[in-house]
């Protein structure tokens, strides 16, 4: 089984992998670590050093939990969503694990864009950790 999780070092993006990483054990599956950056701003090696210092924390945390991981930093001028759904396609995912950030009422309703745009067009199950 193949476990996509979006991470982006937040604390719903830990959330996220600490619920992939129950999902890998459980399922005895590989987990796919993915980053989005957009690309092309004034920031963007600042952001590129921060994305990969998140992924080796990540990948870091599923060594130390035996979980088999790839992690991947995608700068391919999509959105986060868009990235994710992609990836997941072209690798044959099996489940996407994301964290949704706590909103206000019509917040909760909506989600995000991102995490929205995951749930409806993704082609496998996607769970949402908060």
Do not use: W
């Amino acid at each position: 089984m193949k476990i996509l999780v979006g991470y982006d070092g937040s604390n719903s993006g830990k959330e996220a992998l600490n619920e992939a990483i129950s999902h890998a054990q459980a399922f005895n599956a590989r987990l796919y670590i993915i980053r989005s950056l957009k690309g092309g701003s004034e920031d963007h090696f600042e952001k590129i050093e921060n994305a990969e210092r998140d992924l080796a924390y990540a990948e870091s945390f599923c060594q130390k939990n035996e979980i088999p991981c790839e992690t991947h930093l995608l700068i391919r001028g999509l959105g986060p969503g868009e990235d994710i759904v992609k990836f997941a396609d072209e690798n044959n995912i099996d489940k996407i694990v994301i964290g949704v950030r706590r909103r206000s009422h019509v917040g909760k309703i909506i989600f995000g864009s991102n995490a929205r745009y995951i749930i409806m067009e993704a082609q496998c199950p996607v769970i949402t950790v908060k």
